[in-house]
């Protein structure tokens, strides 16, 4: 089943289904959780509850990554 | 400046996490603003290794990086309103040192680093506008770091793609764009918060994080 998520702006379409989680979102995005700031729907998500962050149809997620260096 | 302005500076309370290649010179840029008082925090000691970008002298080799930034920021204004803590910052501590900070800068090396400042901050402490920092390394492409408006709360300056590793090293001039980059987008916050209502002349980047 088709679904959309709403990623840093751009729709993203996932035809077999969404990840069930933020954690399975970044996996799949290859994404260090370590270093990421996440907010859905305009709330932030704390890195540890990205394990029991579950994903639905038409979320708004930003994902704010770091790169080091300063 | 209006007078108004002017209050808003030199009454701010600025918090700056971590006193390397960003802080120290965000620090130097806000003492020259003469922001109202500045809350200086890392628990490190200047190294040789320092001095290629980072405001600090060979003879304060050893020293604590908040001592030998109050000595620096006070030749600059004797009368700054300093405040230093030598302490490793955790998501316990950040709310407690920051808590009479309107604004923070996030000045971290390390990427895992950023991320606990950035979302402790967003998470635990309210009204807060933090200013971080992600790919500056290297050198040239000034015009690549831009300073961008993710939320009410969150400035993200940099080039967002230009890590620290091998071969890729943290230069003085591209690390100074982006201190140069944050300390402004704080004065500029100031300013529009003693504007409050009337619209800013920002050509700040408003939206989305590549």
Known sequence: MSATLKINGTEKTFDQGLPSTLTELLAQLEINAATVVAEINGDIVERK????????????IELIRFDGGG | ??????????????????????????????????????????????????????NY????????KVDASL???RR???????????????PEKI???FKDCRIIAECFDRADQK???????????????????SGLAGYGRSNEIVTRRISDRLILVGDTVSGTGPGVPLTAPRVGVAAYHQANAIAET???IGNAGVSPASDMMKGENP
């Open chain 1, 49 to 60: 509850n990205f394990a029991q962050t579950e994903l639905k149809d038409q979320m708004a």
């Open chain 2, 190 to 192: 100031l300013i529009n």
């Open chain 2, 76 to 90: 600059i204004n004797p009368e700054a309103d300093l405040e230093g803590h030598k302490v490793r910052l955790t």
């Open chain 2, 57 to 64: 002298f060979p003879d304060q080799i050893g020293q604590h």
């Open chain 2, 1 to 54: 400046m209006r007078s108004h302005t002017f209050y808003e500076l030199t009454n701010a309370v600025v918090g700056i996490a971590g006193l390397g290649g960003l802080g120290s010179n965000v620090a130097v840029a806000l003492t020259r603003l003469k922001v109202g008082k500045l809350v200086l925090v890392d628990f490190d000691v200047v190294e040789e290794s320092n001095l290629n970008r980072q």
């Open chain 2, 115 to 133: 991320q606990m400042l950035v979302e402790t901050v967003l998470s635990k402490i309210k009204d807060v506008v933090v200013v971080s920092v």
């Open chain 2, 95 to 97: 709310p407690q040192v």
């Open chain 2, 71 to 73: 000595k620096n920021l």
